[in-house]
């Protein structure tokens, strides 16, 4: 299928993929089958619930005293009494040919074309749907491959624009050709442009294509997807002991046991039934904890020359490029209950497609789980490559531990005065802010300790405020605004002047680093790891 609308391409050959040529392709073959998955399970369970006397006297008969025959006014036994086997299973047959029917026209409709310019995508019958993502908005594309789609080897692609409900999904493709075209897109919205379109004759003919997608699908159902997939080496190793022992030394166990207790000891001076009533709670708390580990497992991220590349996930493994320059705000946090450990955790602010109360958006903020201090200094080398030395030897470190086990003639940071030291009894030495030629950086906290960097050239505004504390004691409140997420960058109880001169110091900073950043335009050939000479760390799978 061509249009001759299609943008023109040109430039260095950059095509890995023969879906990535500008003409119009469908998607695998099977995707039918996992796009219609939960309504042909809803119909087997239906089916179940309804004959599960018939069936557990069909497999286990004369043991549970179920009659085979079935109940009375049992469907199979009116249709055999009547003679109506044939009639039934000419219904049946006739439902499958409408279902398959259906499902065929509606993957024959779902098209989509990486052009120059767009990914675009066609979908619907009756009703006709068309979106684009502009490759100069795209903000990462993830890559994810649930245990089903895996085991059939496909995966679906996710191009994250810049806007919400902007994204632009490839549900599903071979795995092959997912990370290819994933690394066409990005190569595409690096600034390059597709070579000519490739010979029609070099692809074969139609049929011969549809039979290597279905003979893919079958290999990767007995091969697995993981093994076509080359992944990128990881920096940062996190064993399985550490990312389970951090999810039970989190607030949420303690929680669960000052309920235990006060449960307990209601059944003890109380009703003694009230113990029963934890169970549920018991159990919910069990998947939180389940859901969180899993996720955090096989995780691994590398540079690569289109940007960061995250993998996560133990059942339904998710792969997210960072291209550069989409990273608008980075907090490095520490639990209360990890600090004997040492342990910190990574978030992101970044466009992700999404609104900031939808459940998945915290899930890709999360860059690093739980790490050290040098999984920590190997993150954000990753994430922050063009910071110079002297930021990484003063900002970085004082930042994190300041307050704790950096002196106080060696910290640059401004902090809160002694006037106002009362407002923040127990981080008033943590909690201050410093700018530099870069970014802006916000400590806080001490309970949960906390370091928010803003990168000059992504900020978008900045706002002071004062209550009426805040005036008595004339110290004020500086927000620097980026794209909403997980990562607040609101600093408070900081001295009134110093904040007015932040203020001003910022609006000068971020026209000077946003004319100087390029990060949103690389080249793939030119982008050089940032990593340094830091050595990746062999990823052990679980």
Not at 9 to 26: C, F, I, K, T, Y
Not at 272 to 277: A, G, K, L, N
Not at 419 to 425: D, V
Not at 484 to 511: K, M, N, P, R
């Amino acid at each position: 299928m061509t249009d001759s609308s299609a943008s023109p391409v040109e430039g260095p050959a950059a095509v890995r993929s023969q879906l990535s040529d500008g003409e119009w392709h469908r998607l695998h073959p099977l995707t039918p089958l996992l796009r219609g998955g939960l309504f042909l399970i809803v119909i087997v369970g239906v089916v179940v619930a309804n004959l599960r006397d018939r069936l557990i006297g069909f497999f286990l008969p004369g043991r549970l005293g179920v009659d085979l025959s079935g109940p009375e006014g049992d469907a199979i036994d009116y249709i055999l009494a009547n003679n109506l086997l044939l009639v039934a299973l000419l219904g049946i047959l006739a439902v499958l040919i409408v279902v398959v029917a259906v499902l065929y026209v509606a993957w024959r409709a779902h098209t989509f074309r990486i052009t120059g310019d767009d990914v675009e995508v066609r979908s619907g019958v009756v009703f006709r749907t068309h979106r684009r993502a502009p490759l100069d908005r795209v903000q990462g594309v993830n890559l994810t491959r649930p245990m089903v789609a895996r085991l059939l080897g496909m995966a679906k692609i996710e191009v994250v624009g810049a806007g919400l409900d902007a994204n632009v999904k490839l549900e599903y493709l071979s795995t092959t050709n997912a990370e290819e075209v994933r690394a066409d897109i990005l190569r595409l919205a690096s600034g390059r442009r597709l070579d000519a379109i490739r010979a029609a004759g070099a692809r074969g003919p139609r049929s011969a294509a549809v039979a290597a997608a279905i003979g893919a699908g079958v290999t990767g159902l007995i091969v697995g997807a993981e093994d076509p997939v080359a992944e990128p080496e990881s920096v940062v190793h996190i064993p399985s002991g550490r990312v389970i022992a951090s999810q039970l030394l989190s607030g949420t166990t303690i929680w669960l046991l000052l309920l235990i207790g006060g449960v307990v000891a209601g059944s003890i001076f109380g009703t003694p039934w009230v113990i029963f009533t934890i169970i549920p709670t018991i159990i919910a708390f069990a998947t939180v904890w389940f859901r969180s580990i899993t996720r955090a497992l096989r995780y691994s991220i590398a540079p690569t020359p289109s940007g960061i590349r995250i993998t996560f996930g133990l059942f339904t493994t998710i792969t997210e490029t960072l291209p550069p320059g989409r990273i608008h705000a980075i907090e490095v946090r520490q639990r209360l209950l990890w600090r004997p450990a040492g342990w910190w955790s990574i978030r992101v602010n970044r466009l992700s497609g999404r609104a900031a109360t939808d459940t998945s958006s915290q899930q890709f903020a999360e860059v690093l789980p739980v790490g050290t201090l040098a999984d920590v200094d190997r993150v954000l080398r990753l994430m922050l490559p063009e910071l110079p030395p002297e930021e990484w030897t003063t900002a970085v470190p004082t930042g994190i531990l300041g307050g704790t086990k950096v002196p106080m003639d060696a910290d640059r940071y401004t902090t809160t005065p002694p006037r106002a030291r009362w407002m923040r009894l127990l981080s008033w030495r943590r909690n201050g802010f410093l700018l530099t030629a870069d970014a802006v950086y916000l400590r806080r906290g001490f309970l949960r300790r906390s370091l928010v960097i803003l990168p000059l050239a992504r900020l978008q505004s900045v706002r002071i405020s004062q209550g009426p504390l805040a005036r008595l004691a004339r110290t004020a409140s500086v927000t620097g605004h980026t794209v909403l997420g997980q990562v607040s960058g609101e600093i408070g109880a900081v001295d009134a002047g110093d904040a007015y001169e932040l203020w001003s110091h910022v609006a000068t900073a971020c026209v000077a680093a946003a004319a100087e950043d390029h990060s949103h335009r690389w080249d793939a050939e030119d982008f050089a790891s940032p990593m340094g000479s830091v050595t990746p760390v062999r990823e052990e799978r679980s």
